[in-house]
């Protein structure tokens, strides 16, 4: 069970950081990542993180400008948006692997199986 909050309306150039608080799954040893939705397209990976922590990747679209992290103590995962853009208006998902590591095609949204309720970022321009 994975639950997103921190979405809002921000300006282009600010930032937000949105959470994602789980559940129901040994989340110390499983890896995260988040998805995002924009209006009339597909379902596009933004960001996972391993279950350590050490091993991340991202979006061409939102590297440099975008953090994954997290706290296994409160089972919680983040990712900060710096620097954003019109671009990154969507819907933004949390989401767990079907396996428990970093899937050899992390960017395939089949390849996750537990999609939180997801959390709405809209960047003004």
């Known amino acids: 069970h994975l639950v997103e909050s921190g979405g809002g309306l921000v300006q282009t150039g600010g930032s937000l950081r949105l959470s994602c608080a789980a559940s129901g799954r040994t989340f110390s040893a499983s890896a995260v990542g988040w998805f995002r939705q924009a209006p009339g397209k597909e379902y596009e990976f933004v960001a996972i993180i391993n279950w350590s922590g050490v091993q991340t990747h991202y979006a061409a679209s939102v590297q440099g400008r975008f953090t994954i992290s997290r706290d296994n103590t409160k089972k919680m995962t983040y990712l900060t948006m710096d620097s954003l853009k019109p671009e990154d208006t969507a819907i933004y998902y949390c989401?767990?692997?079907?396996?428990?590591?970093?899937?050899?095609?992390?960017?395939?949204?089949?390849?996750?199986?537990?999609w939180g309720q997801g959390t709405q970022v809209t960047v003004s321009s």
């Open positions: 989401v767990f692997p079907k396996v428990y590591g970093v899937p050899r095609e992390f960017a395939d949204y089949n390849e996750y199986d537990s």
